[in-house]
Nanobody
Framework: VQLQASGGGLVQPGGSLRLACAAA????????MSWVRQAPGKAREAVSC????????YYSDAVKGRFTISRDGAKNTAYLQMTSLKPEDTAVYYC???????????????????WGQGTHVTVSS
């Protein structure tokens, strides 16, 4: 199983970034996908997830209305489109996947079985 996150970088407040997570070695289209972030000195928090069954998306209150999660089955890649970025969005962003979660655990973060290496996002002027 491989998850490769990319797309992080330095962006000014109010700017946008799109993160990508290339997946291999498991049933991507039938798995829950999540983006989880960890800011310096803070615990990891799930910011978004996609249901394995119907691609329903879920978001934390901190990012709702600004971030959009999606997946492209043909490319085995998940995305996190981030807009209206704020300095408090600064974190390492990880993508995670799990074939056997239940819907109620979609936003559980740490319970996911597979993890990518993380990509740094810094929001600063």
């Amino acid at each position: 199983v491989q998850l490769q996150a990319s797309g992080g970088g330095l962006v000014q407040p109010g700017g946008s970034l799109r993160l990508a997570c290339a997946a291999a070695g498991f049933s991507f289209s039938k798995s829950y996908m999540s983006w989880v972030r960890q800011a310096p000195g803070k615990a990891r928090e799930a910011v978004s997830c996609l249901s394995a069954h119907d691609d329903t998306s879920y978001y934390s209150d901190a990012v709702k209305g600004r971030f959009t999660i999606s997946r492209d089955g043909a490319k085995n890649t998940a995305y996190l489109q981030m807009t209206s970025l704020k300095p408090e969005d600064t974190a390492v962003y990880y993508c995670a996947a799990d074939r056997w979660l239940i819907l109620q655990r979609c936003m559980s973060g740490d319970e996911y079985a597979y993890w990518g290496q993380g990509t740094h996002v810094t929001v600063s002027s």
